[in-house]
Every structure is written in C-alpha cells, then in structure tokens.
C-alpha cells in the first residue's frame, strides 16, 4: 500500500474513515475543500456531518463498499458546507477499501463543480438555441401566413368592391321604396352588411400590416366610441344567438393615444373569442357578454375588460391561449393568432394584456393601456431623443376633444424641438406637470368639468411655472380678457387656428406676453 502521505500531494480531499465512519485520516487538501478546520475534521466527525444535507450521501454504497471489499464510485454527488449553504458544490466519490484493514475506507472525493457548471451553460444554451430555432419557425411561419394573406387579400378585394357596392345600391333603392313593413329592420340588416365588409377589409388590411410592418400611426381616440362601434358590427350576430351585450363603462371621458385601427382590432378579437365562447355554450339562456372600460384613478391607466360567461378556459390551458398557433377550436375556425396579435399590439402600446382569475363562470380579458398623458409623452420624447443635444419645448394641450388634440398634435409634429403632451383631464394635467415639466401649457377655456382657467390658478403662487396659453372655441368675453392677469398667461387664440400662428404663439409665449 502506498506511503499514506503520498495522498498530501493529491488536489482533491481524500479522507479515511473507521469502521463506524470516523474520519481518522484527511489529506492536505481536505480542510480547504470542506472549509472546515482541521481540529474539527480530527474531532471523530463522520464526513455525512460536514454537509448540510444528510439525504446525498451514499451510506449504501459505503456499506456495500465494506462488505465486498471492493472499489465502488458513487453518481454525482450535490451538496453544500454549513458556511456556505446557499452554494452548490458538486463531487464523485470513489471509495477505496483499505489493503490493511477492510473496514477502513479511503474516500476520494472527485471535485466536478466547474464541469457541472459547465454543462448547466451548456444545457442553458442548447436551449436558447432551440428555442432560437423555434423562434424561426414560427417567424417562417408568419412570414408564410403574411404571404398567403397579401395573396387571398388580392383575391379578397374584387369581390369585396363588388360586395360593398351591390349593398350600397341595394341601400339606395331601399331609401326610394315606400314605407313597407320590416324596411327599417332591412335597413339595419343592410346598414350592418355594409359595415361588416368593411370590416373584413380593414382586418385584411391590418393582418397585412401586422406581418409586414409595424406602422406606429397614433392618435388621440376616444375609446368609449372607439369600442362602441367596434361592438355594433358584432351586434346582430349576438342578437341572433341570445347573447345580451352591456357596457359597463365610466362616466369620464377615456381618451387614449393609441392606434386606432390596431387597439379596434384588439376590442374585435376579444369579443370574437368570447362570442365564440358564448356560443359554445349548451343552454341558449343566459349568455353575457360585459365590456368595462375606466380609468385607474391614480396613475390615469386605461382598463378595458372584455368578460363573458361562456365555456370558460381550463386550469390547465390558461398559460397557452397567448401562443401563436394555439387554438381549441376546429380547422378554419381559428388560427389561434388572435391572442397573440392582441398582446404584440397591446405591448406596442406600452400596455398589459392578462387572463384574469375566473370568477363565478366569468372569463375575463384584461388590457391596461397608459394614461394618455404617459403614452403621448413617452411617445414623443422617444422620438426628441434620437435628436442629439435638442433642448425641445414641451408642450402640454388641455382639451377634452381628440381631435383638438390631434390637430395640435399634428402642427407641433412638422418641428423636431416640440415635444406634444396631449391631456383630457386638468388633474392628469397636472400629474404630468409636476413629474416631467412642461414648458408651454395650450389649455382649453370651456371644458364640461375643470378647465384651462382652473389649471393656470394652480400655478398662480409658483414662480417656475409654465406659460399658459389660453384657446376656446366661440370669442372671447371680457371675462376671458380677465383671466389674461393670472401670472403665468400669456395669450389667448381662437380655435380654428392655422398651423403658423400657433407655433409662433407658442415661441413667443416663452419669451413675454402676447395677446
Ligand atoms: N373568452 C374565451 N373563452 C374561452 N376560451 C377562450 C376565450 N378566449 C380565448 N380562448 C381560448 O384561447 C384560444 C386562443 O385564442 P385566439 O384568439 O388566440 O385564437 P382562436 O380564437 O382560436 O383563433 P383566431 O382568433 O385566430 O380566429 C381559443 O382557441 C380558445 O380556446
Ligand atoms: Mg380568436
């Protein structure tokens, strides 16, 4: 048997253990590797007690290694020392009888934490690669989708022209026909097929979009119309299958600077997913179909839910449904993209699309969409960004109409040194205010709740405010010539106004004050 000090010149810890596991022998390189003092290795300690965790270590193997006399190697091996618990270290242990005395053992513990660790990367990048390569098929995928749609929507068209016309001039003899009885419910039935072609076009148009590019056209929308419309395409087909359609929306103005034509297709292929659900449904009794939409009171975000009581998705499903390509329902019925359009434009968007929990047999889809204050500033300051070393002027609009908002929006837009805020609400306002600064404020005079006026007051006693400019519709009262002696005001324009002058207002107005 070889000189047992020859063993001191080994890197890994080898230990020799007495019949009752004692270590009664430990190399040079054992306390380093166990972190652990020699005088505590000598103490009559069995090696199972240098570990955390007792489970790992191989009793059977050892007492197999005793009774057989023979070399034995253990798998892999994963523990941790008591001062470190939190790490992993990983070993092989051969197990050596000695050639005096059987009993004792020499326990060799093969260090592999590095290879491990190695093959975890390993494994981690085999798997990113895999789904890498996933990730390309799926883009192929797509990309082969997006080919066959720009082809079937060339074909689409025609017919569609022809369709959309046929029902206009059937519209039309209908309007000359004396009154009749059902012409109004014929008028609806037409007016509906009217529309829904044009539905038809604009998805095809949209999926178009979707695959080949991601046009960023945003607009200040109200969504309450937005979303109403949207459901009056679907309302004769609920009608038909005895779905009852509420909106449960609130009484504030939801003003939202979106995509229109892309936050249409969301609401649309929600409520498609839940009419599908509804339909589903044994009983024909008791089918609802719930829109919500409101405002988060303390950050201003939008949530719109769109809630049905139909059949409901199983526990075991609910990860999937946002997956390109998963669908339950049968070929040709769906392509099972509708989820996963709605969460690529909702977070183009900045926002949030989930499956709520299911409560009392109602599936709930929740999309939570910024503030319009926060989306337009995001949006545009993204955009200032990519300017080197631009001061810009932000500007903040105050009007409870969109298109006013678009309109300025608009006119600021020609000028890379305006960044445009739009904001519906004076409190809103004045959360953007005090969080990103503004420098110029066009706030509108006549709003159905707080108005321009009442957002200048709060600034009154503030020395570094921002400079107001006062717009309104109809002319201007001598009480509006007032307001012109708060501190911060300096003009007053009259809506419509052309593009020029306001941008020149707006320069001006930071400068002193013009009237
Ligand atoms: N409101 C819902 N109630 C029950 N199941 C739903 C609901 N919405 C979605 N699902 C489930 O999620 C799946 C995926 O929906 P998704 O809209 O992505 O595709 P699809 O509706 O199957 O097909 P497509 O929208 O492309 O026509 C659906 O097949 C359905 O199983
Ligand atoms: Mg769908």
Known sequence: MLDIKAYDQLHEAVLLINAKDEIIYFNYSAPVYFQTPPRILKSGLTPEEIFVEKTTWPLDLIEEARRENEIKISAEIAFSLFKIPTQKLFFVLKIVPSADNPQELFLFFRDITVEKHLFEKYKTQMKEIEEGHAQIIQADKLATLGEMTASISHEIANPLTIASGNVEVAKGLLESCAAFEGKELLKTCIDNAFESLHGINEIILNMKSYLHKNE?????VDL????MDVLQL??????????ELSFDFTKDEVVAFVNPVKVRQVVLNLAKNAFDALCEKKSSHDRHLTIHLSKDENDGAIILKVMDNGSGIPEH????????????????EGTGLGLSICQKIILAHSGKITLEQQKNGTTCFQVVLPGVEVSSYTHNERYLSGLADHPGIKVLALDDEPQVLNVINHILAEEPEFVFI????????????????VDVVIADLNMPQRGGFDLASEFEKVTDAPKFIFMTGGKFS???YEKLKLAHVRALVQKPFKAQELKDIIRKALKAKVV
């Open 216 to 220: 960023d056209k945003k607009e200040y």
């Open 224 to 227: 309450k119309i937005l979303v």
């Open 234 to 243: 679907l309302k004769l087909v609920l009608k038909e299958n005895n779905i």
């Open 317 to 332: 499903l609910r990860s999937e449904v946002f997956r390109p390509f998963f669908t339950t329902k049968t070929i040709g």
């Open 422 to 437: 739009g904001s519906t609400k004076v409190e809103d306002a004045l959360r953007i205010i005090h969080k990103f600064g």
């Open 478 to 480: 001598e009480e509006d």
